[in-house]
């Protein structure tokens, strides 16, 4: 990425702002030292704003960055002293959105250890997996999941809140901690939604150019003050901790998502920005706003498709400030659609940000013409390294495969038509279930709907819609199959319309398909 480049976009969002001359020193010092991981970005907002606030939670009320910093030494110190973790060790961390998330994630790394961020809604069995599989030293859990690791393998060590509490207090005095022979990774486990979940590395950013990349395309400022609602251990949340944190943000938190208790926050704060998955987003809406509304300047959310027409009912209520990103923990990013993009076509992923190479191809590999389906390929600096099972994926010129199919229109707008593994095959002609759902979506009557592909003896596969409909609605099926057919070819029609109260979904929003194929049999 060119320097100008880079330059002008810090500048714009002021991170090049005058400061102390002796603080700026020890700002560079810290990245010089200890690098651009989330350890390193915690050093240098201490370092330049030691002061300023840097958590706000429903646990220890707020913690500047000097006291997030001291807090986080303390834990690694004594996870080194008293549980002998070494650079290379991997520590667990399942925990939902508060400020000892952050400190266990951060202490690992000060360590050189990795950090494996473990969905909270895994089973017990899950979980026993991931520990043997990612061979876990530690893991550093929230009290209310002990019955749920108490088949963790014995040798794991387990500390919970008020452990984890217990070893800050007790840490050594004068045990100083230096930079780690080798880098602590993050490891992110993939959704799982359709079994058990895999680990993959991601890699430790090396310079400025994955955060210009992202707050080039979405407006995001020095000193914002930002609500993540979307889970730390989701690679999206995780995502705009590390960005909040290289903006020596004010980043608030709650532990779970409650849409009237969001919308307080977001007033009360007051919020700049907010992070969430599109499902948050739907939620909010079923939410009268608070008055006055809050100061949002970004609503930046990814995770999975927006559904029809919520893109444009968000920017009618809180203005056009919502921004999309797509992207994958194996591919971190691939495109951003900002306000002007959706108001023109509500549904598209926008455009690759500065840096980031997309092309769509077909299965020999070959660029296909706009309009057409293909596969999704994406290359950036941030590619993750591979699985920790050892296994990677597809590439082509050094681009990623996604293992999602679209295809861009004339003027290069990004449209994604799902999951290469959803598109289903009816009667010869492929069908992609997304799009249904986007349709079907825009039905006043219709809170929320999935659409998947099951066994069909004639056709081999058919479509079956899943709709969980708002209070006091009501549907006839027959009504909604001639809607489609009003508007899709013959072959997208369901078969089956199938009325749910809620649709099953893992802690990050996406719809569990193996569970849908449960309510069908």
Request: aromatic share 6%.
């Amino acid at each position: 990425m060119d320097l100008p480049f880079i330059v002008a976009t810090l500048t714009r969002r002021g991170l090049l702002n005058p400061g102390r001359p002796i603080r700026v020193a020890s700002q560079l010092g810290a990245l010089r030292r200890w690098g651009w991981s989330l350890a390193g970005e915690l050093r240098q907002a201490a370092a330049r704003d030691p002061g300023r606030t840097a958590v706000v939670d429903e646990d220890g009320g707020s913690l500047t960055y000097q006291e997030l910093l001291d807090r986080t030494e303390r834990l690694a110190r004594s996870l080194r002293a008293g549980l002998g973790v070494r650079a290379g060790d991997r520590v667990g961390v399942l925990c939902r959105n508060h400020h000892g998330m952050i400190e266990a994630i951060v202490a690992a790394m000060l360590l050189g250890a990795d950090a494996v961020l473990v969905n909270t809604g895994l089973s017990a069995a899950q979980l026993a997996t991931v520990a043997e599989e990612q061979a876990l030293r530690v893991l550093v859990h929230d009290a209310e999941f002990a019955e749920r690791i108490l088949g963790l393998p014995a040798d794991v060590h387990r500390v919970d809140e008020r452990g984890r509490e217990e070893l800050i207090a007790g840490a050594l005095p004068g045990d100083q901690l230096r930079p780690p022979e080798r880098d602590g990774r993050t490891i992110v486990l993939t959704s799982g939604t359709t079994g058990a979940p895999k680990g993959a590395r991601r890699p430790t950013p090396n310079g400025f150019g994955p955060l210009v990349s992202i707050i080039d395309r979405i407006p995001l400022h020095a000193r914002d003050t930002v609500l993540i609602a979307a889970p730390l251990f989701h690679t999206w949340g995780y995502a705009a901790l590390q960005v909040a944190f290289a903006l020596r943000s004010t980043v608030v938190l709650h532990r779970r998502f409650d849409p009237a208790a969001t919308l307080a926050a977001l007033a009360g704060q007051p919020c700049d920005a907010l992070f969430a998955v599109p499902v948050m987003l739907q939620r909010l809406m079923e939410v009268p706003p608070p008055e006055p509304r809050p100061p949002l300047k970004v609503v930046a959310v990814s995770g999975s498709a927006l559904p029809g027409g919520l893109a444009t009912a968000v920017m009618d209520r809180y203005g056009d400030v919502l921004y999309n990103l797509y992207g994958s923990t194996e591919v971190s990013w691939a495109s951003i659609a900002g306000p002007a993009d959706l108001r023109r076509a509500p549904t598209t992923a926008g455009r690759p940000p500065h840096g980031t190479r997309l092309a769509i191809l077909d299965q020999a590999g070959a660029p296909v013409p706009p309009g057409q389906v293909g596969r999704i390929f994406v290359g950036n600096e941030m590619l993750f390294e591979g699985y920790t099972s050892g296994a990677g994926r597809e590439s082509h010129d050094g681009l990623l495969d996604t293992g999602d199919l679209g295809r861009t229109d004339a003027e290069g707008l990004l449209f994604v038509d799902g999951r290469a593994d959803d598109m289903i095959v009816s009667g010869g002609e492929n069908v992609f279930p997304a799009e249904v759902e986007d349709l079907i979506a825009r039905l006043p009557q219709v809170r929320e709907v999935a659409v998947i592909g099951v066994p069909d003896a004639e056709y081999g596969q058919r479509l079956a819609a899943f709709l969980a409909l708002h209070p006091d609605e009501t549907l006839d099926p027959e009504a909604v199959r001639e809607y489609v057919r009003h508007y899709l070819a013959r072959f997208s029609v369901p078969r089956d319309v199938i009325f749910v109260k809620y649709l099953p979904r893992n802690a990050t929003g996406k719809v569990l398909g193996r569970e849908l194929l449960r309510y069908y049999a």
